[in-house]
């Protein structure tokens, strides 16, 4: 499902056969306008998803933006308006505030993060851990956020982990099995394998042919010792409890990519709502 779909879907989930309490308590030709409030500090993302709502349901009303995707918002702030048919306009109400809410929560979450280790050369990732059906909009909060994205789904990315090696026998054979796979297929995929301990490193670096090595819930210090190991051979990536207590300390152990799955799957939606105005 394309994005373009997802919100024609989206609409008519919402919508049903009609928004019988603005039918029904609003005179049909009814214009009026209505700005968007911001009721808590962070970083507005989703602008352009509510206009293409707002547009999809009434092409003729009118979007007035005044604060883009990826700027700092505070409390008080009027990030758009929108004029035209009173109906139109509330049918598109939640559905525009659903995803400017949960967008802005993550992009903030995610620049929160990122500002953390601005210091440093390790870049925020994040996961699949994403709500099914809209993992597009929560991936592109993320990147309005400041962080970078990590595969979209399963099939743009090789990702070796620890029940594929367990399955396949050993780092080796799931290695290899996968080279032959990718030549069979003729694909060209990055490979990034999971490691769970140093030793899981060593293997890994004895076989090669890979592009990325994830160290999974390793200790600080493990994970220093990984790094050198690998010595700029490969990308490094660490996962597992990286948090905003815990992510300066990974940075500094000097990986190139922290991933952070509560980016998209524990996030608290940023406060507004859509008010009247004359």
Same mark, same amino acid.
């Given at each position: 499902?394309?994005?373009?779909?997802?919100?024609?879907?989206?609409?008519?989930?919402?919508?049903?056969?009609?928004?019988?309490?603005?039918?029904?308590?609003?005179?049909?030709?009814?214009?009026?306008?209505?700005?968007?409030?911001?009721?808590?500090?962070?970083?507005?993302?989703?602008?352009?998803?509510?206009?293409?709502?707002?547009?999809?349901?009434?092409?003729?009303?009118?979007?007035?933006?005044?604060?883009? *995707?990826? !700027?700092?918002?505070? +409390?008080?702030? /009027?990030?758009? %308006?929108?004029?035209?048919?009173?109906? #139109?306009? &509330?049918?598109?109400?939640?559905?525009?505030?659903?995803?400017?809410?949960?967008?802005?929560?993550?992009?903030?979450?995610?620049?929160?993060?990122?500002?953390?280790?601005?210091?440093?050369?390790?870049?925020?990732?994040?996961?699949?851990?994403?709500?099914?059906?809209?993992?597009?909009?929560?991936?592109?909060?993320?990147?309005?956020?400041?962080?970078?994205?990590?595969?979209?789904?399963?099939?743009?990315?090789?990702?070796?982990?620890?029940?594929?090696? *367990?399955? !396949?026998?050993?780092? +080796?054979?799931? /290695?290899?099995? %996968?080279?032959?796979?990718?030549?069979? #297929?003729? &694909?060209?995929?990055?490979?990034?394998?999971?490691?769970?301990?140093?030793?899981?490193?060593?293997?890994?670096?004895?076989?090669?042919?890979?592009?990325?090595?994830?160290?999974?819930?390793?200790?600080?210090?493990?994970?220093?010792?990984?790094?050198?190991?690998?010595?700029?051979?490969?990308?490094?990536?660490?996962?597992?409890?990286?948090?905003?207590?815990?992510?300066?300390?990974?940075?500094?152990?000097?990986?190139?990519?922290?991933?952070?799955?509560?980016?998209?799957?524990?996030?608290?939606?940023?406060?507004?709502?859509?008010?009247?105005?004359?």
């Amino acid at each position: 499902m394309t994005p373009e779909e997802f919100i024609d879907w989206a609409i008519k989930e919402d919508i049903g056969d009609g928004d019988h309490t603005s039918l029904s308590t609003i005179p049909v030709n009814t214009q009026k306008k209505a700005r968007l409030l911001v009721k808590e500090n962070g970083i507005l993302a989703g602008v352009d998803i509510a206009k293409t709502v707002f547009l999809k349901i009434d092409p003729s009303i009118h979007f007035s933006e005044f604060i883009k *995707d990826g !700027a700092s918002i505070k +409390k008080g702030d /009027i990030a758009f %308006t929108v004029e035209g048919n009173a109906q #139109k306009i &509330l049918m598109a109400e939640r559905l525009a505030l659903n995803f400017l809410q949960r967008m802005s929560g993550i992009a903030t979450h995610t620049n929160y993060l990122a500002s953390l280790i601005k210091d440093y050369k390790t870049k925020v990732l994040d996961t699949r851990k994403t709500t099914p059906g809209i993992r597009y909009f929560e991936k592109l909060a993320v990147k309005i956020g400041g962080g970078e994205n990590h595969r979209f789904g399963l099939y743009d990315m090789i990702l070796i982990k620890d029940n594929h090696i *367990d399955y !396949a026998g050993s780092i +080796k054979n799931a /290695i290899e099995n %996968t080279i032959d796979y990718l030549q069979s #297929k003729q &694909l060209n995929l990055k490979i990034e394998i999971e490691a769970r301990d140093l030793e899981e490193v060593k293997q890994i670096l004895e076989v090669g042919k890979i592009n990325r090595i994830m160290l999974d819930n390793f200790s600080y210090e493990n994970l220093i010792t990984a790094i050198k190991l690998i010595d700029g051979k490969y990308e490094t990536e660490a996962s597992g409890n990286i948090n905003a207590s815990t992510i300066v300390e990974y940075a500094k152990c000097g990986v190139d990519y922290v991933s952070v799955g509560a980016l998209t799957h524990q996030i608290k939606s940023l406060d507004m709502s859509l008010k009247a105005f004359e």
